[in-house]
């Protein structure tokens, strides 16, 4: 495959949830692709980019309805295997690590048995090979002393670190694709730099795709190569990192002037007095 070949392409994507008062629309008509690059997500709550990342893996519990033209990755639709063929993909050639991943790992399992348990479930590794790839992928992620902290349970480490062990245990597979859904969320500065470095690192060694779901505009437009825009669902723009301060929608418009400054009075994200179905109409994908 082509370096500049997509990994992953959506088309026309629509999440759904009927509900007393009617059907709710999470996801509506979403469609975009993903190389070997760093493509950021970013939108409010609710604008539909976790449900997005869990919709293509096939991780939306019922009643919670999911269709699509069709969702390829590197020649499969997702959606027409069986479930026995997407744990094949899931968690091996496509990872994810999830909101708070810390609290994601199970409580009364060693850290390092859950990512050794992840490996041999994909490679049918011996027990001593797995501990070995698990510490080496420890010390790939930039924790000290792996060793001991194969031995620790959940509890026992802190938020940064807790993060850094959920993003070895996704990379153990050596996936092609990693989608990362708010990896940096109630982490200081400090960390939150560590654990970008670390995912820069590992997608530029490895050649994988990143698929970067976020609220923070400013930290994804620094870190990835182009971002999309989501609002009530839809995406409304689509552009390249680099050439976001152009960008024509007045919702993205309407982030970068919120934005905190040092040099500006706190500014007001206005609301914009229309719905989503305008906002189809005003949607802005750049060619990219």
Request: proline letters at 5%; hydrophobic letters at 40%; one cysteine or more.
């Amino acid at each position: 495959m082509n370096a500049t070949d997509p990994l992953l392409t959506v088309e026309d994507l629509n999440v759904r949830f009927p509900t007393r008062q009617g059907v709710i629309e999470a996801v509506r008509g979403t469609s975009f692709s993903v190389g070997r690059e760093r493509v950021g997500i970013v939108g409010e709550s609710g604008s539909g980019k976790s449900m997005t990342g869990r919709a293509i893996l096939r991780l939306v519990r019922p009643p919670g309805e999911v269709s699509a033209r069709r969702i390829d990755f590197m020649g499969e639709d997702l959606l027409s295997l069986s479930e026995r063929e997407m744990r094949r993909i899931r968690g091996h050639r496509i990872s994810m690590v999830m909101q708070d991943p810390k609290f994601s790992l199970n409580p009364v399992i060693r850290v390092g048995e859950q990512i050794s348990e992840a490996y041999r479930l994909h490679t049918r590794a011996s027990r001593r090979a797995a501990r070995q790839k698990t510490l080496e992928m420890l010390e790939a992620v930039q924790i000290r002393d792996p060793e001991r902290v194969y031995q620790t349970f959940p509890h026992e480490v802190s938020g940064g670190m807790g993060q850094r062990i959920m993003i070895a245990m996704m990379l153990i597979p050596d996936p092609d694709l990693l989608i990362a859904d708010e990896p940096t969320s109630a982490l200081d500065v400090t960390v939150q730099m560590r654990v970008l470095a670390i995912l820069d690192k590992l997608v530029q060694e490895r050649g994988m795709g990143l698929i970067f779901i976020s609220h923070d505009l400013n930290l994804v437009s620094s870190f990835c190569d182009r971002v999309i825009i989501m609002y009530g669902g839809r995406i409304v723009e689509t552009c390249r990192a680099a050439e976001l301060d152009k960008a024509e929608h007045p919702y993205t418009r309407g982030l970068l002037a919120a934005l905190p400054r040092l040099d500006q009075p706190q500014a007001r994200l206005d609301v914009l007095e229309r719905d989503p179905a305008w906002l189809k109409e005003q949607s802005v994908v750049a060619h990219v």
